[in-house]
């Protein structure tokens, strides 16, 4: 398993320290972290009937879940449209749209299949006037042209990077930059995903997890027969 750059808390008493080591990680403005703040009691809230994460990474919600999405955002500072494939609980795709909520033009497109998962999503995108729109389909069924003028694309914890790059091959144009973060076996899935694709890209490592990487993807394209 990936040893974290924090120590894990012992019990859910500990989430107030964890918050603290994770803003020393990832600084946010006052409003922002308000947001947060607030995205944090609805999430603990729906996590009691709802898996929105594996339950033992509860006690590291800060740390593990929110400061390593919000770690994105210095990889594309100046973004202002995200598209966030596999949403999930909500990491990276209502972390962000909580840090982009003050930006103009500011917008994060949030994919998600499961319908307990995208109704919490679109819930707390309403309750928090987040700039977030909730797709509840599969990434497959999700039109280019339903996303516009996207800038970066992310996708956490979805799917081995052979497949996860046929999600995000259709919304890849030029000046579109991936986000992909990625765990301790990243070298190897990137071996196996350049046998099906030509990846212009760079790895980025984490600032949450000693052993995790972001792959920042800059092109995309499938190889042929022969290449």
């Given amino acids: 398993m990936a040893r974290s750059l924090i120590s894990a808390p012992h019990s859910a008493?500990?989430?107030?320290?964890?918050?603290t080591r994770a803003l020393a990680l990832t600084?946010?403005?006052?409003?922002?972290l308000d947001r947060l703040d607030r995205f944090v009691v609805r999430f603990l809230e729906t996590q009691r009937h709802?898996?929105?994460?594996g339950p033992s990474t509860v006690p590291e919600l800060w740390t593990r879940h929110?400061?390593?999405s919000l770690q994105l955002l210095d990889l594309a500072p100046a973004a202002r449209v995200w598209l966030d494939l596999g949403s999930g609980g909500g990491f990276p795709g209502l972390v962000l749209a909580c840090a982009l909520a003050d930006r103009e033009g500011g917008m994060v497109h949030l994919v998600e299949s499961t319908a307990k998962k995208a109704a919490f999503l679109r819930d707390v995108a309403s309750e928090l006037a987040l700039p977030a729109r909730v797709h509840h389909l599969r990434i497959e069924d999700l039109a280019p042209d339903a996303v516009p003028d996207v800038d970066v694309i992310t996708a956490r914890a979805l799917a081995p990077l052979k497949t996860l790059l046929g999600y995000v091959m259709p919304f890849m144009k030029i000046g579109i930059k991936c986000l992909l973060p990625k765990g301790q076996d990243v070298e190897a899935e990137l071996s196996e995903a350049t046998k099906y694709w030509r990846v212009n890209h760079k790895l980025v490592n984490s600032r949450t997890n000693l052993a995790g990487r972001i792959m920042v993807?800059?092109?995309?394209?499938?190889r042929t027969r022969g290449q």
């Fill in 217 to 222: 993807v800059h092109e995309l394209a499938r």
């Fill in 13 to 19: 008493t500990d989430l107030a320290d964890d918050r």
């Fill in 27 to 32: 600084p946010v403005s006052r409003e922002t």
């Fill in 66 to 68: 929110i400061a390593d």
């Fill in 50 to 53: 709802t898996n929105l994460v």
